[in-house]
């Protein structure tokens, strides 16, 4: 090995367990993220990027139960992402002397695993940059987040699985090489280089410690434990919110009924009081002939509360309590007592989401509201006043604000 | 052929080869399906997921790994690696959670994407620069309570035979 490298705690023992920490935490990024997709709603062609081939897992009907699935789900994928960027990092640098081998290869084999290398390394720092970019809503990329972030994901997927299926007789025997426990429980005096082999990870000209490996053990897993105190407070809510704080989602708006956190304000979704004020109306359709209901019928109705998070996909989340009118009541209203879907639209002139098709199982839950109010106060405009849909577990962008008319179809 | 005749010419296992192209041919299918003109952006250059993407396969070996790796020389270069007690890792430490920090949330610190943020979340990212900046003086306060606490503890330890040591210590302290 070239004598430029000097650490002294490069080896094969070392990326080993940085690599088998995210053999066991990257799958479970990279399942959520896909099982976000199917959340979305692909069978309505609702799930972005629309359409993706194979590249999906099997489509089901997302539950309704918990109605905490979808900020678990979440909550996992951004928050784990997150926690791993040092742990990645780390990774990174413990096999960095391989980078720089020369000549680059020496078999048609090497040449062909350094070329998977770059799915395997850029698919992982290209999914971990536009995520963080688009949790913080900084979209300087100027590429459709979920168009890159999805086939990026399936990019990195190729790479992982190959590296696995290569390298797992190595971690093994890597991880077999040292034993934890006398690692943990030797100083920085006394910590050895890994025996020396050609074209391996240890340096050939060793610089003395300047850190146990328990020490950088200790810093890796110290920098996820401190990304988790920092930002796992948007996804638990309650009084951690306030850990999260350099997030959006860690910021508060106050302490009132409607302060909760928002995803799009009335006003960026130019929504007008002449859109929202005496003339709003709530069309139901699907049934023989449309219902119009205003804002007293609905509150004349019987009403139903229910304490239920709202999940964004960006990981945060926040649980609260609703009152409005259950959708199975406006499905029976409208004459459609059993429909198999439920298409919902938004007086929201113009956003990608002003608009959402909910599953049968998403109508009929009994907590699946048509919301007049929150924490016993009517809605705020941000928050989709006059009526808005909350529905166990769904990603929170498909509780429609807004909403000025539900079509129920019955197949 | 047999499995070594193959390993000659190939240079690994034949099961090495098969994966390989087995993922190479889920990565292009990828590319066939989300279609390679989706990859560039023919405006603006440096917004293509194309050039993104290249820039993250060498944003830590080519970029990040030099500036730290070189930072790390530097201040490895100026302690003494027979102290008993080094400074090192008290400025390491502390550094890294500083530029961690100020990496992953650079969008908030600097005001980027104001626009987006405001219509998404009705506020400013007017309070993050100064909360990261706090949060870096309590990381570099904390670093440097420890290390007082520890040089003291080396100092009170250290017997009138083990001068060596409380010198090194004392020289760290001077550094």
């Known amino acids: 090995m070239d004598a430029r490298w000097r650490s002294p705690l490069r080896g094969r023992w070392l990326t080993s367990v940085l690599g088998s920490v995210l053999l066991i935490a990257l ?30 897992l099997p489509t089901f009907d997302w539950p309704t139960d ?38 680059p290869s020496r078999s048609i084999a090497q040449l062909l695993e350094r070329v998977s290398l770059l799915m395997l390394v850029g698919g992982i720092l290209f999914e971990i940059i536009t995520g963080v970019l688009n949790i913080q809503y900084d979209y300087i990329f100027g590429f459709s987040f979920y168009t890159a972030h999805y086939y990026g994901a399936w990019v990195f997927i190729a790479g992982f699985v190959i590296h696995i299926a290569i390298k797992i007789p190595r971690m ?22 890994e025996p020396y082999e050609p074209d391996g990870l240890v340096a050939s000209e060793p610089d003395p410690p300047t850190i146990s490996r328990r020490g950088a053990l200790a810093l890796v897993g110290g ?9 796992a ?24 009924p409607n302060d909760f956190a928002v995803n799009r304000t009335a006003a960026a979704a130019r929504i007008t009081p002449d859109l929202t004020g005496e003339r709003w109306r709530l069309t139901l359709t699907g049934g023989p002939s449309p219902v119009v209901l205003d804002r007293t019928m609905l509150t004349a109705m019987s009403q139903h509360t229910a304490r239920l998070p709202i999940a964004c996909v960006e990981g945060w989340s926040t649980t609260e309590t609703w009152t409005g009118v259950p959708l199975r009541e406006l499905a029976r209203l409208a004459g459609v007592p059993e429909p198999k879907s439920a298409f919902v639209r938004s007086v929201e002139p113009r956003g990608a989401f002003n608009r ?20 016993d106060a009517d809605l705020s405009p941000d928050h989709g006043f006059p009526a808005r849909i909350i529905v166990p577990a769904m990603p929170g962008v498909h509780n429609t604000k807004w909403v000025g008319s539900i079509d129920f179809r019955a197949k | 052929m047999t499995s070594n005749g193959f390993r000659r010419i190939y240079g690994s296992h034949p099961l090495h080869l098969l994966t390989l192209l087995a993922g190479f041919a889920l990565c292009g299918y990828v590319l066939v399906s989300i279609k390679p003109m989706t990859l560039w952006n023919p405006n603006v250059w440096w917004q293509s997921i194309a050039v993104w993407f290249a820039a993250a396969i060498i944003a830590h070996d080519l970029v990040l790994f030099p500036i730290y790796a070189l930072a790390d020389r530097v201040l490895v270069a100026t302690s003494r690696p027979s102290a008993k007690l080094s400074f090192i890792n008290y400025i390491r430490v502390p550094t890294l959670g500083a530029v961690l920090t100020l990496v992953v949330f650079l969008p908030g610190i600097i005001k980027q994407g104001a626009p987006t943020f405001r219509a998404a979340t009705g506020l400013t990212q007017d309070v993050f620069l100064g909360r990261w900046l706090l949060l870096t003086a309590a990381m570099f306060a904390v670093s440097a309570v420890v290390y007082g606490i520890r040089l003291a503890t080396v100092h009170r330890a250290a017997p009138e035979t083990n001068a060596e040591a409380r010198n090194t210590a004392h020289d760290d302290l001077a550094d």
């Open chain 1, 356 to 375: 959402a098709t909910l599953q049968a199982n998403q109508v009929m839950h009994p907590d699946s509201l048509l919301a007049l109010r929150v924490n």
């Open chain 1, 233 to 256: 407070g948007q996804t638990i809510g309650g009084w951690t919110r306030q850990t999260a704080v350099l997030l959006p989602r860690g910021l508060s708006r106050g302490t009132g």
């Open chain 1, 27 to 56: 799958p479970i990024v990279t399942i959520t993220g896909l099982l976000s997709y199917i959340a979305y709603g692909p069978q309505f062609g609702q799930a972005i990027p629309g359409d993706v081939g194979w590249l999906k």
């Open chain 1, 223 to 231: 920098g996820a434990l401190f990304m988790a105190v920092i930002t």
């Open chain 1, 172 to 193: 093994w025997t890597g991880l077999r090489s040292m034993s934890m426990r006398q690692v943990l429980r030797t100083n920085r005096e006394d910590t050895r280089p």
């Open chain 1, 66 to 103: 918990p109605s905490w699935l979808y900020r678990l789900n979440q909550g996992l994928h951004v928050g784990l992402g997150l926690v791993l960027i040092p742990v990645v990092l780390a990774k990174l640098w413990s096999v960095i002397p391989r980078l720089f081998v020369w000549p």
